[in-house]
């Protein structure tokens, strides 16, 4: 069992926005902004998308945006392209024991 | 090109032992804080452990601490993993990612910037 809860499937149309979310509690999400989320296409490495919550790496398109509200963190995907078909990971800093949690990854769908 | 790429994964009987490697190119890999995370097949991402750019921070999962030692070798460009006491549930794909700290960072900063396409560890009698 993951230590954050993530839905396990997301959906939307082209051009749509969807909102992915990552429920963590007051030891992680809720404490630390050091969220993270990750794109996975099958077979491929992971690949950062967004880092301390809310900030875009150098080449990740604007389309996709994150926040935090309490012990939930969210990441927001405008305008659905078809290759943001995907699998989306989320992780938070955890504290010294066990650092790095992850969420259990969400399967975005473009209709 | 900056990259990373994982090698010596293998099939290896429960209790074994295995040492993954990571070469790293395209960077200042002596100036950079490493991770090792991995995925079992159809499943999320589990992260393992952490170390700092001089080896003299280092960070363990709990469900691999005591089993697992993570080291560097700055002059060869390589971190490693190695697995000791392996079980089933150690079967994975095992990633090498770079810290997102940036050079000669302090501390941690917990998020991955660079991955590598991982290396398979399948734990089986």
């Known amino acids: 069992q993951s230590a954050l809860t993530q839905p396990p499937s997301a959906s939307g149309s082209p051009g749509q926005s969807v909102t992915i979310s990552c429920t963590g509690t007051?030891?992680?999400?809720?404490?630390?902004?050091?969220v993270s989320w990750y794109q996975q296409h099958p077979g491929k490495a992971p690949k950062l998308m967004i880092y301390?919550?809310?900030k875009r790496p150098s080449g990740v398109p604007d389309r996709f945006s994150g926040s935090k509200s309490g012990n939930t963190a969210s990441l927001t995907v405008s305008g659905l392209q078809a290759d943001d078909e995907a699998d989306y990971y989320c992780?938070?800093?955890?504290?010294?024991?066990?650092?790095?949690?992850f969420g259990g990854g969400t399967k975005l769908t473009v209709l | 090109e900056v990259q990373l790429v994982e090698s010596g994964g293998d099939l290896v009987q429960p209790g074994g032992s295995l040492r993954v490697s990571c070469a790293a190119s395209?960077?200042?890999?002596?100036?950079?804080?490493m991770n090792w995370v991995r995925q079992a097949a159809g499943e999320g991402l589990e992260w393992l452990s952490y170390?700092?750019?001089?080896?003299?921070?280092?960070y363990y999962a709990d469900s691999v601490k005591g089993r697992f030692t993570i080291s560097r070798d700055n002059a060869k460009n390589s971190l490693y993993l190695q697995m000791n006491s392996l079980r089933d549930e150690d079967t994975a794909v095992y990633y090498c990612?770079?810290?997102?700290?940036?050079?000669?960072?302090?501390?941690?900063?917990?998020?991955?910037?660079?991955w590598g396409r991982g290396t398979l560890v399948s734990v089986s009698s």
């Open positions: 395209g960077f200042t890999f002596s100036s950079y804080s």
């Open positions: 992780s938070s800093y955890a504290g010294s024991n066990n650092p790095v949690v």
């Open positions: 007051s030891s992680d999400v809720g404490t630390y902004n050091y």
């Open positions: 301390e919550v809310s």
């Open positions: 170390i700092s750019s001089s080896s003299t921070s280092i």
């Open positions: 990612a770079r810290d997102g700290g940036g050079m000669a960072a302090r501390r941690p900063y917990w998020y991955f910037d660079l």
